[in-house]
């Protein structure tokens, strides 16, 4: 099959398998090329497919030498349709990691179901008996829970009123505003149910129960908080909700876990392109003016320079993380620099369709986006026959 990208949106409905396996060495190449890390050696990572989980399961195995476990929601190739692109990423994953003599197991189904935690609780039992750290990285627009069966959807709105502010269409170029109306308290509830801290909690009770956490466990959830531009939209909209209670569940999670000698974590990350953040309004203009700047200043990072950094000065570098006032470990530092962000802001007021190109990175933005999907990455051939 000659596999061409065919976009609907924000997403891409065919991946490439080379496309993808490439990413997934560039990753592992970047990885070995950096100090190994005294880190972790038994790792469960939930939501293990793409973006900062894939990224964070490729620093544990080929930074601090661990085997892992990894859950996630893929979709498998069937006759005429590829298989989604976290699929591919895992088969590469796996391969490497076990010519690396590495143990490397998946599971494919739902994380928020009571079943898709026993099959992981069970592989663990038969595979490693215990872990010693779980990294949470799901982004999900949905989640059933497991005790009521009630349905929950995520919403990306602002709270209190209507919000309008530029945003940019990345595949034509075209910079609009765009109005956002706010959300009602049924919305927010459903957003916090869906990206909050509850499932995270459910997971490490559902471990420890089982006795497959191991003493002295770290456990991880990612965050985001950015800048003044996105917070109505962001910070302080319904996600905004969610991630607060996934950083008030850190600080009960760390609580409980001190007596075992463990610890629960919220690392706040620098925004990327990933499947999830390019479905927000606002914030996939805010990210092309971002790169622009960062890259410029010689700041850049993608997902897995942000994870090795993490893992190799914040989390296993022989000291406490170094955390904000709300316990919170911050990778988002060069991010959020004063100068980056002024820098950002100068060039928001003046963006425009006309000068797009011109100020900001959408050329990269672009990329990044197909990339996520295997296509667009230079050393590939794209004409050539591939089995999907
Ligand atoms: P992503 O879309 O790349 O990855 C999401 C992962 O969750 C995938 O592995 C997917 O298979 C899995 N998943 C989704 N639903 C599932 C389900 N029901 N069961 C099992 N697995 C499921 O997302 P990402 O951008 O890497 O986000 C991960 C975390 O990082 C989120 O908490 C996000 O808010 C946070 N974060 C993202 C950014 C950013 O800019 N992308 C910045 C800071 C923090």
């Avoid at 109505?232 to 609580?255: P, W």
Wanted: hydrophobic share 40%.
């Amino acid at each position: 099959m000659i596999i061409k990208p065919k976009v609907r949106g924000f997403i891409c409905t065919t991946a490439h398998p080379v496309g993808c396996a490439y990413q997934v060495q560039e990753q592992v190449n970047y990885v070995k090329s950096q100090n190994p890390i005294e880190g972790p050696k038994k790792v469960l990572v939930i939501g293990a497919s793409t973006g900062y989980g894939l990224a964070s399961r490729i620093a544990a195995t080929f930074g601090a030498g661990a085997n892992t476990i990894g859950v996630f929601f893929e979709r498998p190739a069937s006759d005429d349709r590829t298989a989604s692109a976290g699929w591919y990423n895992t088969i590469e994953f796996e391969k490497q990691a076990r010519e690396a003599g590495y143990y490397a197991e998946s599971i494919n189904g739902d994380a928020f179901s009571d079943e898709v935690k026993q099959l992981t609780i069970d592989l663990i039992r038969a595979n490693m008996g215990q872990v010693d750290m779980v990294v949470y990285s799901l982004a999900s627009p949905r989640r059933t829970h497991p005790k009521t069966g009630e349905v929950f959807s995520s919403v990306l709105k602002p709270l209190g009123g209507t919000y309008s502010n530029k945003t940019v269409n990345f595949h034509t170029g075209e910079v609009t505003e765009v109005t956002i109306e706010a959300a009602n308290e049924e919305e927010i509830r459903q957003t916090v149910a869906v990206m909050g801290g509850e499932d995270w909690e459910m997971w490490i009770h559902a471990l420890q129960e089982a006795g497959v956490l191991a003493d002295g466990a770290t456990t991880l959830a990612y965050s985001y908080i950015g800048p003044e531009i996105t917070q109505a939209v962001y910070r302080e909209g319904t996600i905004g909700r969610a991630k607060d209670h996934l950083e008030a569940t850190a600080l009960s999670l760390n609580n409980q876990l001190q007596a075992t000698g463990g610890r629960a974590y919220v690392s706040v990350n620098k925004a990327l392109v990933t499947q999830s953040s390019s479905a927000i309004p606002v914030v996939p203009l805010y990210i092309s003016l971002l790169f622009k700047v960062m890259k410029e200043k010689g700041l850049h990072e993608g997902c897995i320079e942000q994870m090795y950094r993490l893992f190799a000065e914040q989390l296993f570098n022989g000291n406490k993380a170094a955390v904000d006032e709300k316990g919170r470990i911050r990778v988002d530092d060069w991010e959020m620099r004063s100068d980056v962000q002024s820098e950002v802001d100068t060039l928001w007021n003046k963006v425009s369709t006309d000068n797009l190109g011109e100020l900001s990175d959408i050329a990269g933005y672009r990329k990044d986006f197909f990339k996520l999907f295997g296509f667009e990455v230079d050393s590939v051939d794209y004409e050539l026959d591939v089995t999907p």
